[in-house]
């Protein structure tokens, strides 16, 4: 992608594979009510791995920005998703006192109902104030990758900002759309298998945003209502 920033000392994805969850160490389970028991299949990732996982992502991106000279990021946060997410990241960048972040939202989406894709990605609540300025894109998940790529090329292109990285807490890799398999996303939390997840801002049809952890949906469950 054309004009990022130099610096990207990538720490890796953790990557969760489709039998396994990462949630024994804590005791987010405790937590799941019994009525949720019947919508979700799994704690997926847990609170703890969260925490942990986004204070890496705030040292890693706060090193990146100083090490190339930049001491102030406009940190833009995708409706609704990572609205949870964003949160954590700021407090944990902030706590470190090396950039500082302005905060911005945007409204992108390629999802109806369904849990799968359209395969259009619209804009429905525009930006400005972002010419010239170093850009964070912060999304919850990366799935086909569309909206990563569309909102990248509107910050480059159409708002000329001087630089523009992307963070994504989750990336569905294997889901990537056929011309967007060499999309670079400079910062990823976890890379997931192909399940619907949701929980920490990640709706399935608005439900479940407020569980501050990752679930996997049952959606047997939900096609037999
Ligand atoms: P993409 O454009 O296909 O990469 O889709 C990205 C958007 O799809 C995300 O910002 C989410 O809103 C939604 N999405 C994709 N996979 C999931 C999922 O497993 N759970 C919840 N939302 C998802």
């Given at each position: ?13 953790i ?34 791995h ?23 990021v406009?940190?833009?946060?995708v409706?609704?998703?990572?609205t ?44 400005d ?49 056929e ?47």
């Open positions: 992608m054309k004009k990022t920033t130099e610096t990207n000392s990538q720490t890796m994805p990557v969760i594979p489709k039998s396994g969850s990462i949630h024994e160490d804590d005791k987010t389970t405790d937590l799941v009510r019994e009525e949720l028991h019947r919508l979700i299949d799994q704690v997926f990732i847990s609170r703890t969260i925490k942990n996982r986004v204070n890496d992502l705030a040292s890693q991106i706060s090193a990146d920005y100083s090490k190339a000279g930049i001491s102030k406009h940190m833009i946060v409706l609704k998703g990572a949870m997410f964003a949160m954590d990241l700021v407090r944990a960048i902030y706590d470190l006192h090396e950039i500082s972040v302005k905060l911005g939202y945007i409204k992108a989406s390629s999802y109806g109902r369904d849990t799968t894709t359209s395969g259009k990605v619209s804009i429905t609540e525009e930006i104030g972002v010419q010239g300025k170093h850009v964070l894109l912060v999304e919850d998940i990366a799935d086909t990758g569309l909206t990563l790529s569309r909102l990248k090329s509107y910050f480059l292109k159409n708002k000329k900002a001087e630089s523009l990285k992307g963070c994504a807490l989750l990336d569905k890799k294997v889901r990537r759309h011309r967007l398999k060499e999309l670079d996303i400079d910062y990823i939390g976890f890379e997931i298998p192909d399940v619907f997840v949701a929980g920490y801002g990640l709706d399935y049809a608005e439900l479940f945003r407020e569980i501050p952890f990752i679930v996997v949906v049952n959606e047997e469950y939900f096609s037999n209502r």
